[in-house]
């Protein structure tokens, strides 16, 4: 069964698009190959400039199972056609890949945090503020029935009914894409759930009672890793922990940036290589960061030898500064602040780009921006300012 025989809003015939698919060509293999000609910009926001152009709620997105796996089709397909990015314009990939979408409140939802969907952002939610006594009594959480755990189940089943066997989109095969987890996109992190449930008040307990923080922390990540497998199992997959040679647990955790050097050694850093000794893992290398927590990361690279910090925003970090102090081997891609996206004007977009990419900050490569589906009503100028002003002040040479 096909869902739809439509044709790209663009044209990849049209000259204006064989050119750009030929530059990005050059820009990703020259990149790819660490012999950039220029730094490239990953466009990742067309979900909200589909969700601009259709008046997109996203309540209706997050509690109906059909919406969500709809809309992230013709996501995928917008994101082929927007000129904002280096991004291959008019070509259909070989299968399309849909699947649930629960960023960034799944894991809170299971302990009882308060879930809030919003119409025109990812879901929020409100923290516990649980004593420790709470916390220590706290039973955990149901692998199957809690929170939002059901509404996996439930996606899964109507994907099954609906686009599994010969359902083909613009041609091409859809295939159920189950997102991958731990301490990354279905959950901030071990510590970033501690706060949410214990609130602020852990980071005096590990002054106070640094005991009840290892216990909770270990008890929160030994629950999570159960959880994960589990899932994993549901839909056919291993977790990379029982994979042979698949990769061991990392640093990306949510919250860390307001803990000390001193603090994120004592607590984290034996967290993390206790449980890859335990699964004989190695901690994997990759780092998402999107705060400001750069005094960490000459540690992090020490513990965990960093090659890829994702997510660093400019101007929140001293991108120059970070660097310098990790080396020029680590990979970095980095954000220019959503407000200077939104707000505006195109003139000082390009003069944030133009500020944000020197030859400090540039290097000899290693280097990527990323647009990611932030902010609602940014104008398509803005989009554009952004890209064109990466392709004059990202080049090399």
Known sequence: MTASSEDFACDPRDPAILKHNQEVREVWEAYKA?????????????RTVYADEHNIDYCTYYND??????????????ERELPFGDTVLGELPERWGIGPDFHPV??????????VFRPDAVPAHHGLNLSRRECDDLAMPDLRRSGLLPRLREIRAHFDRRYAGDYRFMGRPVVYNFPGMWMGIFGGGTFSLALDIRGGDIMAD????????????????????SLFRGLYAENGLDFAIDRPGGAGFGPTDHGIDMLSVEVYEKF???????????????????????????????????????????????????????????GYETWITAIVAASILADGPPDRIRKAVKDFLTPEVKGQGRLAVWVSAESRHVPPEHYLALYEAVKEYGRYG
């Open 65 to 78: 199972p059909e919406e969500m796996l709809r809309l992230q089709l013709q996501w995928a397909k917008r």
């Open 268 to 326: 984290l850093v034996p967290l993390i290589h206790d449980l890859n000794e335990r699964y004989r893992k190695t901690a994997h290398t990759d780092l998402h960061h999107c705060g400001r927590g750069a005094h960490l990361f000459p540690t992090i690279k020490r513990h965990f030898s960093t090659t890829h910090i994702h997510g660093l925003t400019y101007p929140l970090n001293d991108v120059a500064r970070v660097r310098k102090d990790i």
């Open 34 to 46: 660490d012999r950039p000609v220029r730094v490239p910009l990953i466009f990742s926001d067309a």
């Open 206 to 225: 590990m002054y106070e009672a640094p005991d009840f923080v290892h216990r909770f922390l270990r008890r929160l990540a030994d629950w999570q890793i």
């Open 106 to 115: 799944l894991i809170p939802a299971c302990f009882g945090c308060e879930v």
